[in-house]
């Protein structure tokens, strides 16, 4: 018999509708074949992958690069396709999608199950995607009483982020406050894997979902959208056209599955509050695998009929130092309703004080200066209320920070995270990340200013005014640009003219390298200095290379404690001189450091890039060690305070104050404030003394038992009997003593008084 008539033959046999129905399950495609095994995609979970977003058409089984993938069932070859990340075998009603075929297979071959080998998983795609069916007919390889066997999933999964819309709009609204037809979503996270597997094993899509909702008691149900409440349940694929009735297209990602739960597959729908009465009720959602692990959460509401709207969320764009004041400018919406924007103030990112309300700055505004306190760091956030009474307040703006340096350094946070809600791991719709970056710098003596890679790119803030730039990436995608070409113009004439940047992130290689152009690959390599090696490390530990400064630094990242999952840092190659100053446990590169000339500059700069993102980076302590080595790498000479391994000061050490000169205004009856920083290394008895040109106590302080830490001290100018000194030079002194010895560490700093 020639191979057409036994094609033929045997897709007949194979294709008999007994024979599918006994091949309700079937054995895993990769060894162990029968055993169960970790999902790191699920059925219809969401994608945002090209060509354009779509239901996941099957799931995805992890395993080494180069293990072999063996066929599910006894079936005939269809089609081979060998081409590209996506390269497949289709036999029966099975496609084996990310492997590289078996050369010795042929379309019209007999396959026969847990025997044939149809290829090798890809290199750098760890795993194999399965389909179950034919294109239009997919259904789930992992459903009740089906499919994959044996498959053990002990594990519920996590619901989270729940979040209430005005209809199918962004205008997210209060739990407190919901009024007309509101759109409810929520985050999904099927486990298929324990606690501390890889993120893609922890993140994937629910085999069904719903909702109801409840008297305030939770005793009676008001309102259920289906008998049972379930509205969606994924045996087979929708088509592609419903993505976005079913997933929150401004939340969801590959990594993110947020549910418009309110909605129907072939329809948006909403749940109407004013069909009930205006009181107190509970929703209750709920999500569910195919091995019966559900999990639910309550959320208490209140509706209402008044006007909840609120304006806008505003765009922080800049907090900057200009000449005696702090500038913030930012972008805002003209609502017709819009009064004004209240600027939120913090010296520890965790107590919020109103700086200025709408009666200060009016709707028109776009800017606003205040006048500058003392030399401690401060955070920053806008909001934007209405003129309804009471107003409605907007979703709050990004956290900046400033601080004034020291020793009058410049340094720039640029806050370039721009993938937010619509891709990547991080889906709040305002960020601290710039903060943690200031934080980290403050908790190590220096100063910084704030800005967006938008004002860097539109001019408004100029690089080159900077001597360090701390570029933050975040969880970056192509979508959203690591670098856009203008924005690699302003470095490149940063860095040739002797700048200094830090920049961390992921995707920056697989950004500029992997997909980039031409301009933007050799951005990576003559001003970045590092080439794309790989998409995803599989590493979440980092220890610092030997012999540079970093050795002896380890640390993790991207962990449960972290803001959010990193799923896919890169790893680096050297180029133009650059070298290796931290690296993964599996020794692959994840940070670059390099000193030298840039482009055609005479002036040397220097560039320090990190593969993943500085935020993620488990604990404040280790950012802040982390931060310490890379400060002292940029400004060798620097004063600060020096961090040892757990975070704390290594030294004692009495800062220059600051303001100086310090400026009285007597005329005014306003007195100003300096501010001293100090730091202490051991538990310790701290005295501080003022004392003029002639060794005379001008004011002294009462002795101050201190702990290991960074400190401030203010004086206002006045001496012990309470009158405001005259002008001269002064000299502050710190003197400590350690409880654990007699060693007394004396510091002196001279200070400048002018009083007018």
């Known amino acids: 018999m020639n191979r057409i008539q036994d094609f033929i033959l045997a897709l007949a046999i194979f294709s008999s509708p007994l024979l599918l129905m006994a091949q309700s399950t079937y054995p895993w495609p990769v060894t162990p074949l029968n055993e169960s095994q970790e999902i790191s995609g699920t059925f219809c979970e969401y994608r945002d992958t090209a060509p354009s977003p779509h239901f996941h058409n099957g799931v995805d089984i992890p395993k080494t690069d180069g293990s072999p ?11 081979i396709d060998p081409n590209g990340s ?103 996270q099927e486990r298929n894997g324990p606690a501390g597997a890889s993120a893609s094993r922890l993140n994937n899509g629910a085999y069904w979902a719903g909702y109801k909702i409840l008297s305030r008691d939770r005793l009676q149900v008001i309102y259920s959208p289906t008998t049972d409440g379930i509205q969606y349940k994924f045996d087979n694929k929708p088509d592609n056209t419903y993505v976005h009735n079913v997933f929150d297209e401004n939340q969801s990602t590959l990594s993110n599955h947020v549910y418009n739960i309110t909605s129907r597959i072939e329809n948006k729908t909403y749940w109407d509050t004013e069909a009930f009465p205006e009181g107190d009720y509970t929703v209750m959602l709920f999500a569910g695998d195919t091995r019966d692990n559900a999990d639910t959460i309550y959320v208490d509401v209140t509706t209402t009929r008044l006007d909840l709207i609120p304006p806008a969320q505003p765009i922080l764009l800049s907090a900057i130092f200009e000449n005696d004041s702090l500038q913030f400018t930012w972008s805002g919406h003209a609502e017709a309703d819009l009064a004004g924007y209240r600027l939120h103030a913090s010296t520890n990112n965790a107590v919020w004080n ?15 200066k205040t006048a500058l306190q003392d030399s401690s760091i401060r955070y920053f956030y806008l909001t934007a209320v209405d003129t309804a009474a009471p107003a409605n307040e907007s979703m709050q703006s990004d956290i900046y920070a400033t601080r004034i340096d020291p020793a009058s350094r410049k340094i720039l946070i640029v806050d370039g995270f721009d993938r937010t809600q ?34 860097v790119s539109n001019g408004d803030v100029r690089l080159t005014d900077y001597d360090a730039v701390f570029w933050v990436l975040g969880d970056e995608s192509t979508t959203d640009q690591t670098f856009s070409t203008t924005e690699q113009t302003r ?19 697989w950004d500029l390298g992997e997909k ?63 070298q290796s100053v931290l690296r993964y446990s599996n020794n692959k590169i994840a940070a670059a450091y390099y000193e030298g000339v840039f482009g055609n500059g005479t002036e040397p700069g220097k560039i320090f890039v990190m593969a993943f993102p500085f935020e993620t980076i488990t604990t404040s302590s280790n950012q802040n060690i982390l931060m310490r080595r890379v400060l ?87 001496n012990k009997f309470g009158n405001q000194v005259a002008t001269g030079i002064y000299f502050w002194e710190m003197t400590a003593r350690a409880s654990k010895n007699t060693n007394n560490i004396l510091q002196r700093n001279s200070i400048k008084i002018l009083v007018r």
């Open 69 to 79: 993938v063996y066929a599910v069932s006894d079936a005939v070859i269809t089609a």
């Open 86 to 188: 996506s390269a497949y075998v289709r036999a029966g009603r099975f496609a084996y999608v990310h492997i590289a075929p078996s050369p010795a297979l042929e379309v019209g071959d007999s396959v026969y199950a847990e025997t044939t080998v149809l290829g090798t998983i890809l290199p750098g795609l760890g795993h194999v995607h399965l389909n179950d069916g034919y294109p239009g007919a997919y259904i789930n390889a992992i459903r009740p009483g089906g499919g994959l066997t044996p498959f053990i999933d002990p594990w519920p999964p996590i619901l989270s982020n729940v979040r209430f819309y005005l209809l199918d709009t962004e205008t997210q609204l209060a739990a407190g406050k919901l009024s007309g037809q509101v759109r409810i979503t929520f985050r999904v």
């Open 354 to 368: 109103l700086d200025a309300d709408e009666n200060e700055i009016q709707g028109d505004a776009g800017s606003y």
């Open 422 to 455: 619509s891709s990547g791991s991080y889906h709040e719709s305002w960020h601290p990340f710039a903060a943690t970056h200031a934080r980290a710098i403050s908790a190590n003596g220096f100063g910084c200013e704030t800005c967006t890679n938008e004002s």
């Open 491 to 509: 470095v490149r004439e940063f860095l040739t003219n002797g700048g200094y940047l830090f920049v961390s992130g992921s995707e920056i290689g």
């Open 516 to 578: 980039g152009t031409t301009t933007d690959k050799n951005f990576l390599r003559d001003y970045l200095k590092i080439g794309y090696e790989s998409d995803d490390s599989n590493s979440y530990s980092v220890k610092g290379e030997t012999g540079t400064p970093f050795q002896g630094l380890t640390m993790s990242y991207g962990t449960s404690t972290s803001p959010y999952p990193e799923d896919y840092p890169d790893t680096f190659i050297l180029t133009g001189g650059s």
């Open 632 to 718: 002292d790498s940029f400004f060798p000479s620097s004063t600060a305070v020096a961090i040892s391994e757990n975070g704390l000061p290594g030294e004692f050490r009495l800062s220059q104050n600051y303001p100086n000169p310090f400026l009285l205004q007597t005329n005014t009856g306003i007195t100003r404030k300096t501010q001293i920083e100090f730091s202490v290394a051991q538990p310790s008895v701290v005295q501080f003394r003022i004392y003029d040109i002639l060794g005379r106590t001008v004011k002294k302080w009462q002795d101050q038992t201190k702990m290991p830490g960074i400190y401030h001290l203010a004086w206002d100018g006045r």
